[in-house]
């Protein structure tokens, strides 16, 4: 059986001064009114799970107002439920952050990220509909994550890359004002398509699966229309480096890099229709929980492992039947954690097989113990 969390303590965390939420596995579902902190608890698992905050980067914002750091520490059950792990986080700004899974230090952030903890998280926050809707980086971005909470080398990749591809442009500029030769660019070449050929392959590789994927979600959740995900390349990985060498001179003119994995894309297809340009507003947001639907499969084809479902206010737009869909497929996952401020979205049937999680400014009130089955 895959891990799932059973507890959540957090210290300085957004609006928490020092709150425990209890998880079951299964679906758990975080009530409240608005502005109560149900987001904030979302975050923090995911903060807690991956070491890092799904909705901003700029970290020193999770910490509690007025507070110097915050804290977060998660009981995970895996292996069945015979192991635990207990895993820490504590972060202040301007400083490394501590994680320790046991009492051990992690060795690096990275590592963590890529499953540390003993889980992993795929997470939909409302703004994520930016994943259909928004820019090629917001794709990237999606995609180079997933691939990244996988394995620890690709994520070291993405973050090689991007600096190498800074210092190439940095180059391009110089050759440009005339104080350095256009033979230098080799060296940088090189550099460039060796680690954007890590991240092409990668990708290259996910996206048929990742398609498939989203082909069943899609059609679960919205109808037999044809989906599809296809990767638009700057250059493919094959004709990667002449593409670059061809560059040469357009690149030296702008002073940037316009070939390679920083200028890629995919598009998101529905019945033929490419959603980021034509899609209604239900259709993008489908698509986005089609996406991370997917992530779910990719990850446990990958890890032979389920991650931790966190769902943000997943139901408000959404009309019933879809909600009674989702209700369900939440259910039968080995855990998932879903925000609401009306619980009315789900039915009696489900709500008895359900742990509930009441926040108010801040607190967790309750949590109500639940059916049979835990
Ligand atoms: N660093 C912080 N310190 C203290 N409070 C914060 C911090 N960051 C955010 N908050 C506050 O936490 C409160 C709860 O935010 P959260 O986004 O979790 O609400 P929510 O329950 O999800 O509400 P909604 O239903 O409107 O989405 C907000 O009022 C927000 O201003
Ligand atoms: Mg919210």
Same mark, same amino acid.
């Given at each position: 059986?895959?891990?799932?969390?059973?507890?959540?303590?957090?210290?300085?965390?957004?609006?928490?001064?020092?709150?425990?939420?209890?998880?079951?596995?299964?679906?758990?579902?975080?009530?409240?009114?608005?502005?109560?902190?149900?987001?904030?608890?979302?975050?923090?698992?995911?903060?807690?799970?991956?070491?890092?905050?799904?909705?901003?980067?700029?970290?020193?914002?999770?910490? =509690?107002?007025?507070? %110097?750091?915050?804290?977060?520490?998660? +009981?995970? !059950?895996?292996?069945?439920?015979? /192991? *635990?792990? #207990?895993?820490?986080?504590?972060?202040?700004?301007?400083?490394?952050?501590?994680?320790?899974?046991?009492?051990?230090?992690?060795?690096?952030?990275?590592?963590?990220?890529?499953?540390?903890?003993?889980?992993?998280?795929?997470?939909?926050?409302?703004?994520?509909?930016?994943?259909?809707?928004?820019?090629?980086?917001?794709? =990237?971005?999606?995609? %180079?994550?997933?691939?990244?909470?996988? +394995?620890? !080398?690709?994520?070291?990749?993405? /973050? *090689?890359? #991007?600096?190498?591809?800074?210092?190439?442009?940095?180059?391009?500029?110089?050759?440009?004002?005339?104080?350095?030769?256009?033979?230098?660019?080799?060296?940088?070449?090189?550099?460039?398509?060796?680690?954007?050929?890590?991240?092409?392959?990668?990708?290259?590789?996910?996206?048929?699966?990742?398609?498939?994927?989203?082909?069943?979600?899609?059609?679960?959740?919205?109808?037999?229309?044809?989906?599809?995900?296809?990767?638009?390349?700057? /250059?493919?990985?094959?004709?990667?480096?002449?593409?670059?060498?061809?560059?040469?001179?357009?690149?030296?003119?702008?002073?940037?890099?316009?070939?390679?994995?920083?200028?890629?894309?995919?598009?998101?297809?529905?019945?033929?229709?490419?959603?980021?340009?034509?899609?209604?507003?239900?259709?993008?947001?489908?698509?986005?929980?089609?996406?991370?639907?997917?992530?779910?499969?990719?990850?446990?084809?990958?890890?032979?492992?389920?991650?931790?479902?966190?769902?943000?206010?997943?139901?408000?737009?959404?009309?019933?039947?879809?909600?009674?869909?989702?209700?369900?497929?939440?259910?039968?996952?080995?855990?998932?954690?879903?925000?609401?401020?009306?619980?009315?979205?789900?039915?009696?049937?489900?709500?008895?097989?359900?742990?509930?999680?009441?926040?108010?400014?801040?607190?967790?009130?309750?949590?109500?113990?639940?059916?049979?089955?835990?």
């Amino acid at each position: 059986m895959s891990a799932h969390l059973r507890a959540l303590r957090l210290v300085n965390f957004r609006n928490y001064v020092d709150a425990t939420a209890l998880l079951a596995p299964g679906l758990n579902v975080v009530v409240g009114e608005n502005a109560q902190g149900k987001t904030n608890l979302l975050e923090a698992i995911a903060f807690n799970v991956t070491g890092s905050s799904p909705r901003t980067p700029k970290e020193n914002e999770v910490v =509690r107002w007025g507070a %110097d750091f915050t804290r977060t520490e998660a +009981r995970i !059950a895996v292996d069945g439920s015979a /192991g *635990e792990r #207990a895993v820490a986080i504590g972060y202040a700004p301007g400083q490394k952050k501590r994680i320790t899974v046991d009492g051990v230090p992690a060795p690096s952030l990275t590592n963590y990220a890529a499953g540390g903890a003993g889980a992993r998280v795929v997470t939909f926050f409302p703004d994520d509909i930016r994943v259909v809707k928004g820019a090629p980086s917001d794709r =990237r971005e999606f995609l %180079d994550g997933l691939l990244s909470s996988l +394995r620890p !080398a690709y994520a070291r990749a993405v /973050g *090689e890359y #991007a600096r190498a591809v800074q210092q190439r442009n940095q180059l391009l500029r110089r050759i440009r004002d005339g104080f350095s030769s256009e033979r230098t660019l080799a060296t940088w070449d090189r550099k460039v398509v060796e680690l954007g050929k890590t991240i092409l392959a990668g990708r290259e590789a996910a996206l048929p699966i990742l398609e498939e994927h989203f082909k069943d979600a899609l059609r679960a959740l919205y109808g037999p229309e044809k989906a599809a995900l296809r990767y638009a390349h700057s /250059g493919t990985l094959e004709a990667y480096s002449e593409a670059l060498t061809e560059a040469h001179s357009a690149d030296v003119e702008r002073g940037t890099t316009s070939v390679g994995p920083h200028r890629d894309d995919f598009e998101v297809l529905l019945g033929g229709v490419n959603l980021t340009t034509f899609g209604s507003q239900g259709q993008q947001r489908i698509a986005t929980l089609a996406l991370e639907f997917a992530a779910r499969d990719y990850v446990r084809g990958a890890v032979g492992e389920d991650p931790i479902l966190l769902f943000d206010d997943v139901m408000s737009e959404l009309d019933e039947r879809r909600r009674e869909y989702l209700a369900g497929y939440f259910l039968e996952s080995t855990q998932a954690v879903i925000s609401t401020t009306n619980l009315e979205y789900f039915d009696e049937e489900i709500l008895r097989r359900t742990r509930i999680i009441r926040i108010s400014g801040g607190s967790i009130l309750e949590t109500a113990t639940d059916g049979a089955r835990r």
